[in-house]
């Protein structure tokens, strides 16, 4: 029975595991790519002679969500290292909604720049869509977390030596409680303030920032 | 006779082979960019002030293109990850082969682009150019893959260990299947009607998705 | 006690440390994506049939900056390839210093764009502001490197072998000239001559270029 | 003596040498990301409502260019990676001359663009231009392969195992070619014909295709 390294051999009736190694470093690359690519949202103003200055001050907002956004991305691939390290084998299942976590990822540049532009160019209504988007992003970005928990919990023979079905359950706590404040968030942007909603936005990042910590300490117990 | 670890050692008439790490790392990075790369087609539209929310819902249909190519390039990678577990070695011809099929992944975001502007802001005669033009990108995409299987059919010494030549002979299927049933559905788009051509890619995409799953249990059987 | 091969085990009172691998690997990655990205910049200027050379002869500081830029981010890589080395593992809080140093790469491509549009196409004040803007970004992107050094001094069982703390506190000379001169190289932009700030960056760019072996060799003698 | 895996310990009067795996995956990450990069500059054109399928068949100089430069940077992360292969260990001033190389990798995409732009909607004399632009720059990037092929024959201790200094001497014969061949098409495509230009420029590609194999194949040998 010949088997490349990365192979766990299965019986024909259970999905196909293979090693993790591949999927790791595609994910790593596209984190890379989509953190480094918020950039080329900052971009030179179109401005008149010798008002460069001004123009670019006038673009505070821009700013405030590049730093917001790198912030953001870089939380998620904490977390998803993190994540990563639960398991010691994937399915094809298992691949796809990896894709479906990297989407998620991928996709911020987008409400990153729509933000940006509502809070430079729009008035009141065009804050309140700005949020509303940037905060449907976030929350269904959650989603995809919580089914790679549940599916972990499903196949616990996927489970890293060490890392306990109990552990797994604690940890869907944290996509949950994203799920369920970012869309809060988002509701407070476009019914009450979008400035308000904007703050918990940004609450929320910080909490996902220092839990990452929480997440990773509480598999080095095991 | 000194040689790196990632080489075989080749009669001279024969030609050189090398290990696949490099190519590997070098497909999936540029697999990681070109799925990333797809958001930038994703842009802010250009709006009145009190407008941006009903100028992007506007754009439904450059999302729904950039999801079915996000989904597609997942589908590529998973099956190029499963294409490359059938070798052990690789050659100049080959690693031109396999350029030839990273160049089809690619170009993926420009038809993208053309299909997303097609149905946002063209016309039918649009609609039927940029479905063809899809599903013609997608066709010849199917080639390289052909070619990769057939020049593993005439070099079997490049056969990972426990792949058969009936394996890989078996596997041909798949890229015939693509070219012939791409090339219909742009007939489709073209002749009949663009959103039927549409909806005959997004079911070839999805057969590929749930068949790259088919390909590796085979791969695992041996 | 099963650990990954990535792993150390440490008291639960101290904060949890892992293995540089991933961090090493995902800020090549993205160095590799921002050093490549400043081409974007250079784009094909609007010209008349018969005047493409003429305009682009016009985009000469473009050129320039994106030289310049180039040279910068290589600098930056190679110090950042030298400073991993003085690290055997990381925790939750170098990570995100290391993520601090990444923001001050990726954010390049955007002062670099400023400072050849305003010697392209601005006035002395408008080059004054790019001047000063691109200094400002080279200053401030010194202080997470010293915030670096400065965990590490507090955190020597993350050092690598061999690595004693004396040379890690010689190390923090170069971030602390880079602070400094930066900013000098900024105020000269401002108040005196945008030409002359501009030489100082540049003359900066190439003490670092030149330090970069230094540091590397003094690691090797321990 | 504790020294990290990839250090090669060095009397100080010699320059400190450093394992090679670094700059690899570098170098791939760059290539990757260049060859990707390509496709942002097919973009869709300006159509008016209708005329989508005509304006995109206007574009063809844009496609051509874009084929002919997605297999020159595959040429080129072929030939890089057998360059690669001839050295067991880096200095720093390898390291930046290996920099030079990826500068003239990552600025493809710019004269692409600008003889794309040159053939579709500019006249005789921006052919011209765009030629001898695409020249000069494949005829300066040769430049740098030549100082690293000297600079690895003054530091044979660099060499991998069973590369000869013989062979190193032989491969300078590639870039010279490469200088002379590319500057004589760019001066036939300025003073003579544009089109014969370009015809000489993707001859030269070809040739090298064809030779990466030669090259590799020598090394092989020893």
């Known amino acids: ?20 190694e591949r999927m790791t470093s595609f994910s790593d690359g596209v984190f890379a790519i989509v953190i480094t ?22 673009e505070g907002a821009s700013y405030l969500a590049f730093v917001v ?7 998620l ?22 894709l479906a976590i990297l989407f998620g990822a991928v996709i911020i540049p987008f409400p990153t720049a729509v933000l940006a532009s509502a ?10 869509a700005g949020v509303a988007l940037y905060a449907l992003a976030a929350a269904l970005m ?7 928990f549940g599916y ?6 996927l489970l890293g030596r060490g890392v306990s079905p109990e552990h797994v359950r604690t940890q869907r706590l944290r996509p949950v409680t994203g799920l ?21 936005i940004i609450v929320m990042i910080a909490y996902h920032a220092v839990t990452s910590e929480g997440l990773r300490r509480r598999v080095g117990r095991r």
Request: no cysteine; hydrophobic share 45%; net charge negative.
């Open 119 to 128: 809070f430079t160019h729009g008035d009141t209504d065009d804050q309140r």
């Open 142 to 148: 959650s989603a995809p977390w919580l089914v790679f």
């Open 37 to 58: 690519l918020l950039v080329l949202d900052l971009r030179v103003p179109e401005y008149h002679r010798g008002e460069l200055l001004a123009d670019l001050l006038d």
């Open 69 to 75: 956004s790198f912030i953001y991305i870089g939380v």
């Open 77 to 98: 691939w904490l977390n998803h290292h993190a994540l990563l390290r639960l398991v010691r084998a994937t399915t094809l299942a298992l691949s796809w909604i990896n």
């Open 1 to 20: 029975m010949a088997e490349a390294p990365d192979e766990v051999e299965q019986p024909d009736a259970r999905p196909r595991v293979s090693g993790t």
């Open 152 to 157: 972990l919990r499903r196949h616990p023979e």
């Open 180 to 200: 369920v404040l970012y869309g809060l968030s988002g509701l407070l942007g476009w019914f009450v303030n979008p400035v308000l909603g904007l703050i918990g």
